[in-house]
């Protein structure tokens, strides 16, 4: 199949034969400041008027040094160039949408008026990419040094990789040898781009353009470079309706083409596509074009065309993955690589590096489903914790519709060797009755019974008590035990119970004009604020959840530093809240690249529950315990609810911390000085019935 007309992935058409397929990844890179005031030194010869909108060779942007083009498409140009400071050649990329601007004297100007919203939205997305995909760290994701804003548009600079792209790539395959690649060259391609997808989908991030145009293979390793996201393209298509340009053929799946109810898009969506590219490969031609498919399914199985050449299991597997509607297709990129029979990474999070830190405004998440809070039967033999300090209720807090709950049942204090464990949705309250309420626990804990929040509709509850909460209780054999191996604790002393220091008093509420509070922006300020290298990983098994099939909430995460684990859940239904600590888990700590597995042997989990929708998690892992107290706090045992609305807003506008409110303060257990460190990561789920 042949490139979309004004494709801007960075798979570019090269000058010459010996020059790589044009792409390069964004990845990691360290931002600097935006360099606005950066001005365009061109050569000599620089035209008065430019014919083009291409910068001519030796032109200057900062301190790099344009020697070649690489490539051009409809939204941008990327030039061969010379980083005069560390003395290396980059790849640079620059934001240039030929259909609605054009390049002047001073800079980058749009056409008309009317494509300025247009404009500004896709460098926003150019920006925005860039600064997420800086957060990631993959051999098979492109690395981005560095971005920045000037000359009335933007830059991204990357290492220059040489290679071919895989369409090339296996058209030349053919041609010498007349057969498509073996099953063993495909998985070796394979493997290592499942473990990419895997990286960003961990942060709801998804590519949405895979395809063998996307994917390089780069000159000597042929090791598979997973191309940039073109978000900018994507915006840009958006506002236009200019689907033709954002989409591949083939390789798109339904929901791309339109927000359809039921039909949501996520790592799915990736899936498809990745799949569609080996159909590709063994096949020579694309899968037919899915909206198509929609009306006359003409696909052909692999199962069938293939048989034969290609193991049974991987073959059907391709196809599991390439079913048309997304509710019936492989749901995330590690269910097809387990169905391929792909070996796992040899990290604790099944093959996710790193993982993204700050909003991705224009990179595709998963919406979550809605979670219900349940209470499993022990697994073994309860336990009375100690005793805990519960924050006060307030009784200016608005409690959201259908908030699930029962009587509490007894904690059962967390043993050693067990990983922690996040909930996604309501945790209980970290202030008071978190860290400082006993010994921390490092891993799975033998419950006092399986407790879990259901958000959902109060009329879908089988005991309704008190205002919009319930609690569902389930036999000992339902109980669902982890498989994640038991993580060797840390040694953590007890706190002594009674008032502890603080770096920063809470400060005084006073009435003020808020703003409105947003709980999904919240958590993305404090996604961007975290400590530089303080990496945290999750990843979900599964995150379309289905209300019919009794779906629970599941991760795993870890961390590169050891840490106090907190959060936050934000609910379908709009119930906000603090789920981990809680009453049943006590203080959960995290160890060093120890995984770290939701739900846990506590007593706590959340299964998937009316209505339907989105559930959101942030989870902070903190080198220091944290308090959450100035937020006034509402307990719904076994957890503690979060304000909304106009409270929240109030509170929110009154904080002076140097960190994001929804960050929490950190609490000292001496007088030494606090690290106010602290890594955080993201999860969405989605809900069907």
């Not at 034969?17 to 964004?26: C, H, I, V």
Request: proline fraction near 10%.
């Amino acid at each position: 199949m042949t490139p979309a007309a004004d494709d801007d992935k960075t798979a570019f058409t090269p000058r010459d034969a010996g020059r790589a397929g044009g792409g390069f990844e964004p990845t990691n890179f360290a931002p600097t400041a935006p360099v606005e005031r950066t001005e365009i030194t061109a050569p000599p010869s620089t035209r008065s008027v430019q014919m083009d909108n291409v910068l001519p060779v030796g032109t200057q942007l900062g301190e790099f040094e344009i020697t070649s083009l690489i490539g051009e498409g409809g939204f941008g140009i990327v030039y061969l160039a010379n980083d005069t400071s560390l003395g290396r050649r980059v790849a640079l990329k620059e934001y240039m949408p030929t259909s609605l601007a054009a390049r002047t004297e001073g800079g980058v100007q749009v056409k008309s008026e009317r494509h300025r919203e247009t404009f500004e939205a896709g460098r926003k997305s150019f920006v925005n990419e860039a600064r997420l995909l800086a957060q990631f760290d993959h051999p098979s994701l492109v690395k981005v040094y560095r971005f920045w804003e000037a000359n009335g548009t933007a830059y991204m600079a990357m290492p220059f990789y040489e290679g071919k792209n895989l369409r090339d790539t296996l058209r030349e395959m053919m041609a010498a040898h007349g057969a498509p690649p073996d099953e063993a060259w495909l998985r070796t391609l394979l493997s290592p781009l499942c473990e990419a997808l895997r990286v960003i989908h961990a942060e709801q991030c998804y590519h949405r353009d895979i395809a063998p145009d996307n994917v390089m293979m780069l000159a000597g390793t042929q090791r598979p470079l997973l191309l940039d996201f073109g978000a900018a393209r994507r915006v840009i298509g958006d506002m236009t309706q200019a689907l033709t340009v954002i989409l591949k053929p083939g390789y798109a799946p339904i929901e791309q083409y339109a927000e359809i109810p039921g039909m949501r898009q996520g790592p799915w969506t990736d899936v498809y596509a990745l799949a569609a590219v080996v159909y590709f490969a063994i096949t020579g031609k694309t899968p037919p074009v899915s909206v198509g498919r929609m009306l006359s399914d003409s696909y052909q199985p692999l199962a069938q065309v293939a048989a034969g050449r290609y193991s049974p299991q991987f073959l059907e597997a391709v196809d599991r993955a390439l079913v048309v509607r997304p509710e019936q297709r492989t749901p995330n990129i590690e269910a097809f690589r387990d169905d391929l029979g792909l070996s796992h990474p040899h990290t604790g999070m099944g093959g996710a590096t790193t993982m993204m830190r700050g909003p991705a405004d224009d990179v595709t998440r998963i919406a979550p489903p809605t979670l219900a809070r349940q209470t499993r039967a022990p697994d073994t033999q309860m336990r009375t914790p100690a005793p805990q300090t519960l924050m006060p209720q307030q009784p200016t807090y608005q409690a959201p519709a259908a908030m699930p709950m029962q009587t509490r049942m007894p904690a059962a204090p967390a043993q050693d060797g067990e990983p922690t464990r996040m909930a996604p949705r309501r945790a209980p309250p970290p202030g008071e009755g978190h860290a400082e309420q006993r010994g921390a626990r490092t891993g799975e804990g033998e419950g006092s019974g399986r407790r879990g929040l259901v958000l959902g509709a109060a009329g879908a509850a089988v005991v309704a008590l008190g205002i919009g909460g319930y609690l569902l209780t389930r036999p000992k054999n339902d109980v669902t035990v982890s498989t994640l191996p038991p993580a060797t604790p840390a040694p953590t002393p007890v706190p002594t119970p009674g008032p502890i220091p603080t770096p920063t008093p809470a400060p005084t509420l006073a009435p003020v004009a808020a703003a409105a509070f947003e709980p999904a922006a919240e958590f993305d300020r404090v996604a961007q604020a975290q400590t530089p290298g303080f990496t945290v990983r999750a990843e979900a098994p599964k995150v379309q959840l289905s209300v019919a099939r009794k779906d629970e909430i599941k991760f795993r995460l870890t961390s590169e530093r050891d840490g106090y684990l907190y959060v936050l859940g934000v609910g379908s239904d709009g119930t906000f809240a603090i789920l981990l600590p809680n009453k049943l888990s006590g203080p959960v700590r995290v160890q060093k690249g120890r995984p770290f597995a939701f739900p846990g042997k506590d007593g706590f989990y959340l299964p998937a529950a009316e209505p339907i929708g989105s559930t959101r998690l942030l989870a902070i892992v903190s080198s220091e315990p944290r308090d959450y107290a100035a937020l006034r706090l509402r307990e719904q045992d076994p957890i503690a609810l979060l304000p909304t609305g106009a409270e929240a807003a109030a509170l929110a506008a009154q904080h002076r911390g140097a960190q994001p409110v929804l960050a929490g303060q950190v609490r000292c257990s001496s007088a030494a000085p606090c690290s106010t460190e602290y890594g955080a990561v993201q999860l969405r789920y989605e809900t069907v019935r």
